[in-house]
C-alpha cells in the first residue's frame, strides 16, 4: 500500500495507521535483506543546483545524487518525483523500462520523506524541466513519520522553532537566514583577522558573574563542590589578556543570561566581543560602522536592508550624538544645563520618566531613563549614542571633559541595541569603587547588579594600556540583514518552555492551575476569595465599562521592572493596542503571544514607567493559604478580535 496513491473514495489513514504503513514496510525490507538503514554510504557527483546551473556541460551524463522525496506523481509505467537536496530540488524520472520490473516495484514503495540516492542520466523533459533519468535508485533511510502538509500559523511557527529539522524540511528559504548568519560570522572573522586581531577563548563557567549588568545562570562543580556561574559576557577575561601584552583580541562566542525571553532575547546569544589596547571609542565606532556597512555589501549586495517594517539604509557616515543631545532633540530637556540631582530627577518626571527603584536618584540616572523611555524608540536608522552616565557605566573610562559622563557608545538601529563600547577604565582604583556600587545596589535586591572581581582588580593595578572595547550582537545583526522579526528566526534552536514536562517553578506554583474538563475531583478546599463587594453598582454606569476580547500580537518584557509585560494586542479596530500588565512573576511573555485574552478598553491611558497604557488586562486572582495565585484570563481563539463581552 503507498500513502501517495489513494483511492479517492476511502477515508484517508489516520496518522497511526500512516505509521503502522511504514513500520511495517521497513520490517518487509529487513525480512528481505535490503535494510535501508545498513547503508554505509553513497558517492555523491553532483547537486541539484549544480545540475540545473551547468545543465549545457552535464547534459547527457551519468550523475549520482542524493536526497528527500518530496512527491511522487505515478504515471502507469513511469513515475516522477521531486528530490530535495542540501542545495535545493530537482525532478526525477523513474520508468519501468529503466529500472527493471523488481526494482521499479520497489521503487513504488517508497514513501515521501524517505532519503534516496540516484544514479541517473541529465535530461531535459519534453516540458522543458530539468532533470535527471534514473538508471538505479537505492533506499538510503526510511522516514517513519510522515512529513506534515502544512506549516502555517503561529501555532505552527511555535512548532518549527521546537523541531527546526522539520522546518528545513518543509521549508527551504527557511535555510537562508542561517546561510547569511554563517556567512557574517565568516565576515567578522575575515574582518579582525585582516586587522591584526588574534581570536581566543575564554571560560564559559566562572567563580564570579562580572563583565555586564544582567542575571546570571548557575550551576554547581561536584569536584570542587561551588557554584559556579555561566558568562554573561566575555569582557573581563579579554582585559586580562590585554595587560598580559596580547594587545588585539576577539571572541566570538555564546553568552547566557537568565532573564526573559522575548522577540529580541533569548537566554543564550551570541556576542563577538573585541579588545584594542591604544585605542579608545572612537576608533570601535570607525570599526563597527565599517565591520555592519561592509558586511551588507559584501553579503547581501547593498547597504539598503528592511527590517520591522522600516527602510534603513547601512552606508557609512552614521551620524553620532551625545546621550544629553539626544535626549534634548527628541524631549527638549538640556540636562547639561543643569547640574543638581533633584533638579535632574524633576525634569524627568515632568514628562512622566520614573527612576527604576533600585536606581539612586542622580543626574546620570535621571539623564539614562529618559533617554531608555523616550528617545530610543525614536531611534530607526544608525545611530552612535555616545557619553553615557558613569552611573549605567561600570567599567567605562570617565570622560575628562566630564566626570560625570564615560566615553562609551551604543549603536542603534530600528530603536534596538546593536552593539556596546568602550574606551576602557584602567584606573584600579576607580574600578573598586565602581564595583562597590554594583555590590551594594546587589545587596538592595537588584540582581542582575555585577559583584565584586578581586582579581580583575590586580589585573588592573599590573597596568591596562589605554583600549577601546566593543561587543556586538551576532544575533540582532543577523536579525537586520534578514529582515527577522524574531531572534527565533536567526537561532537554529531557541530555549523553548517544554511541552511535555510539569512545570515546578516558582512561578508555576503562584499561576493557579488551568480549569479543564476532567472526571478528577479539584480541590477547592483551600482556597480564599476575597468578599464580594457590599455596593451596588447602577447598570448604566457598569454598561459604560467596554471588555473586550483582544488577540496577543506581541508580548515583551518591560525594560528595568521585573513585573511589567507589555502587551501590543489586536483589537479589532486596526489600530494597535498598548497595555502593560504586571503579571511578569507569573508568565513569561512567549507564553502569551498568540492568546485571546478580556480587556478593559475605555480606560484613559496611564503612564507606566514612560509607556502609555492604554486600558486593563483582565486577571482571576485568589489566595490559598495566604499565597496569591493568578490566572490571566484566556478564552477561546474562536473569538475574534474586537468582539464585545455582555
Known amino acids: ?8 473514495q476511502q477515508e484517508e489513514p489516520s496518522l497511526s495507521e500512516l505509521l503502522q504503513i511504514r513500520r511495517a514496510k521497513l520490517k518487509e525490507l529487513q525480512d528481505a535483506g535490503e535494510d535501508p538503514f545498513q547503508q554505509t554510504r553513497f558517492p555523491v557527483t553532483a547537486h541539484s543546483t549544480e545540475i540545473r546551473e551547468n545543465f549545457e556541460a552535464m547534459e547527457g551524463q551519468i550523475k549520482a545524487i542524493a536526497g528527500r522525496l518530496m512527491s511522487k506523481r505515478g504515471m502507469g509505467k513511469a513515475v516522477f518525483c521531486d528530490l530535495q537536496d542540501g542545495q535545493g530540488r530537482i525532478q526525477i524520472y523513474v520508468r519501468i523500462d529503466e529500472l527493471g520490473e523488481e526494482a521499479f516495484a520497489k521503487f513504488k514503495k517508497v514513501d515521501i520523506g524517505d532519503i534516496v540516492g540516484v544514479e541517473g542520466e541529465v535530461f531535459r523533459t519534453k516540458r522543458g524541466e530539468i532533470s535527471v533519468k534514473a538508471h538505479s535508485v537505492t533506499l538510503l533511510s526510511k522516514s517513519l513519520l510522515p512529513l506534515p502538509e502544512k506549516f502555517h500559523g503561529l501555532t505552527d511557527r511555535e512548532t518549527r522553532y521546537r523541531q527546526r529539522y522539520v522546518d528545513l524540511i518543509m521549508n527551504p528559504e527557511v535555510r537562508r537566514a542561517f546561510v547569511i548568519r554563517s556567512k557574517f560570522i565568516q565576515h567578522v ?10 581570536e581566543v577563548e575564554t571560560p564559559v563557567l566562572n567563580t564570579i558573574s562580572g563583565g555586564a549588568t544582567a542575571r546570571p545562570f548557575i550551576t554547581h562543580h561536584n569536584t570542587l563542590d561551588i557554584d559556579m556561574y555561566m558568562r554573561i559576557a566575555t569582557e573581563l577575561p579579554l582585559k586580562r589578556l590585554v595587560v598580559g601584552g596580547m594587545e588585539r583580541v576577539y571572541e566570538i562566542g555564546r553568552i547566557f543570561r537568565n532573564e526573559g525571553m522575548d522577540p529580541k532575547h533569548n537566554p543564550e546569544f551570541t556576542t563577538v566581543e573585541l579588545y584594542e589596547a591604544y585605542a579608545d571609542f572612537n576608533d570601535m565606532m570607525d570599526l563597527f560602522e565599517d565591520l555592519l556597512s561592509s558586511a551588507a555589501d559584501k553579503i547581501l549586495g547593498t547597504y539598503d536592508v528592511e527590517w520591522q517594517g522600516e527602510k534603513i539604509c547601512l552606508a557609512p557616515g552614521w551620524p553620532r550624538l551625545t546621550m544629553a543631545e539626544a535626549v534634548k532633540k527628541y524631549t527638549g530637556l538640556d540636562f547639561m544645563a543643569v547640574s543638581d540631582d533633584a533638579e535632574a530627577v524633576a525634569m524627568a518626571k515632568s514628562i512622566g520618566v520614573e527612576l527604576p527603584e533600585t536606581a539612586d536618584p542622580t543626574w546620570g540616572n535621571a539623564l539614562y531613563e529618559c533617554f531608555d523611555q523616550k528617545v530610543e524608540e525614536k531611534l530607526i536608522q544608525p545611530t552612535f549614542i555616545t557619553m553615557h552616565p558613569v552611573d549605567v557605566s561600570p567599567l567605562a573610562k570617565r570622560s575628562p571633559k566630564d566626570p560625570r559622563l564615560t566615553e562609551r557608545f551604543e549603536l542603534f538601529i530600528c530603536h534596538s541595541e546593536m552593539g556596546n563600547a568602550f574606551s576602557e577604565l584602567n584606573d584600579p582604583i576607580d574600578q573598586r569603587g565602581r564595583f562597590q556600587k554594583q555590590v551594594e545596589l546587589r545587596a538592595k535586591g537588584d540582581d542582575e547588579a555585577g559583584m565584586m572581581d578581586e582579581d580583575y582588580i590586580t589585573a588592573l593595578e599590573y597596568g591596562l594600556p589605554p ?43 503562584k499561576r493557579a492551575e488551568p480549569v479543564v474538563v476532567t472526571d478528577e475531583k479539584i480541590d477547592f478546599s483551600k482556597v ?37 509585560l507589555k502587551f501590543v494586542l489586536d483589537d479589532g479596530t486596526g489600530t494597535d493596542r498598548v497595555i502593560l500588565s504586571g503579571i511578569h512573576d507569573t508568565y513569561e511573555p512567549e507564553e502569551l503571544l498568540g492568546k485571546t485574552l478580556i480587556a478593559i478598553t475605555n480606560l484613559p491611558p496611564r503612564k507606566m514607567m514612560g509607556i502609555d497604557s492604554c ?14 495565585k493568578l490566572h490571566c484570563l484566556m478564552v477561546d481563539p474562536h473569538i475574534p478580535a474586537g468582539a464585545k463581552l455582555y
Request: hydrophobic share 35%; proline share 4%; glycine share 6%.
Open 528 to 564: 480564599e476569595i476575597e468578599p464580594l463587594f457590599q455596593d451596588f453598582v447602577d447598570f448604566e454606569t457598569f454598561a459604560k465599562s467596554d471588555f473586550r476580547a483582544v488577540k496577543v500580537k506581541d508580548c515583551t518584557a518591560v525594560p528595568k521592572s521585573k513585573k511589567l
Open 1 to 8: 500500500m503507498s500513502e501517495e496513491k489513494k483511492n479517492p
Open 615 to 628: 486600558g486593563m488586562i483582565i486577571s482571576a486572582v485568589h489566595h490559598e493559604e495566604g499565597v496569591e
Open 189 to 198: 572573522r575575515s574582518f579582525l583577522d585582516n586587522r591584526g586581531y588574534m
Open 467 to 509: 583600549t577601546g572595547g566593543l561587543g556586538i550582537g551576532i544575533d540582532r545583526c543577523v536579525m537586520l540583514l534578514t529582515n527577522s522579526d524574531s531572534i527565533r528566526d536567526v537561532i537554529l534552536f531557541p530555549t523553548m518552555k517544554p511541552l511535555d514536562k510539569k512545570d515546578t517553578s516558582a512561578k508555576a506554583e
